[in-house]
């Protein structure tokens, strides 16, 4: 198994600019979240998907979209990128659709955005 | 919403000795506490979580602590090995909340 898988790993956008950041998972996991790690502020959760048809907002949700594609894949658009979207950013899943209980992270996605 | 506060930020000790990592939380009715490690580099991995049905649990060199009261929680790592170095996130949800909030993270050093 891969587990949570990331694309792409490295990413440079002027601002303005529009991306889709993919995650899936190969665990047959309900819930798949995104997260977004900036320096001394830790994880932060943008949005997340409980079940396959679901998602809801997170901490910082302002400034990205996402979709539930298929319960392997929950994708992050940005719609028009900006400096502060700056971060490095983690896709996790976790097995059962009511949280608390282990999440795995896929390992990252660095966004650079000019 | 959940308000997750973890110290120290930075934590230096030598191989051998024990590290202590604390968080407290703001909301009574949070009930997961999971602890994930990271190496540089490298995703965040589930080192061990506790629930608040229990005040304590251990794996091996690790140890996690709960206070309900207090509304704190600690890590605790003893013989602390170079390997141990990583950053170390504190995070606190309900247990059927998909919404988990993290610490800000302590970057422990273990020196040889």
């Known amino acids: 198994n891969a587990g949570v898988t990331q694309t792409p790993k490295f990413q440079v956008l002027k601002t303005g600019q529009s991306m889709t950041l993919q995650c899936a998972q190969d665990?047959?996991?309900?819930?798949m979240y995104w997260y977004r790690q900036d320096p001394g502020m830790g994880l932060r959760l943008i949005y997340y998907?409980?079940?396959?048809?679901?998602?809801d907002k997170g901490e910082v949700p302002n400034g990205y979209n996402v979709s539930r594609l298929n319960k392997r894949e929950f994708s992050l658009r940005l719609e028009s990128a900006a400096p502060s979207q700056t971060s490095v950013y983690f896709c996790?899943?976790?097995?059962?659709?009511?949280?608390?209980?282990?999440?795995?992270f896929g390992p990252g996605t660095r966004l650079l955005v000019l | 919403g959940e308000n997750v506060e973890q110290h120290p930020s930075t934590l230096s000790v030598q191989e051998g000795d024990s590290a202590v990592i604390k968080c407290t939380y703001s909301?009574?009715?949070?009930?997961?506490f999971p602890w994930y490690k990271q190496e540089l580099g490298k995703r965040p991995q589930l080192i061990i979580d506790?629930?608040?049905?229990?005040g304590e649990k251990k794996d091996q060199r690790i140890a996690v602590t709960l206070n309900k009261t207090a509304k704190h929680f600690s890590l605790h790592i003893t013989e602390t090995q170079p390997e141990d170095s990583a950053v170390y996130f504190c995070?606190?949800?309900?247990?059927?909340?998909?919404?988990?909030?993290f610490g800000a993270g302590t970057r422990l050093t273990v020196k040889p």
């Open positions: 998907s409980a079940s396959e048809g679901t998602t």
């Open positions: 506790i629930r608040s049905n229990v």
């Open positions: 909301d009574s009715a949070s009930n997961y």
């Open positions: 996790a899943s976790s097995e059962v659709s009511r949280g608390g209980e282990t999440q795995y």
């Open positions: 665990m047959n996991h309900n819930s």
């Open positions: 995070a606190a949800t309900l247990y059927n909340n998909n919404d988990m909030r």
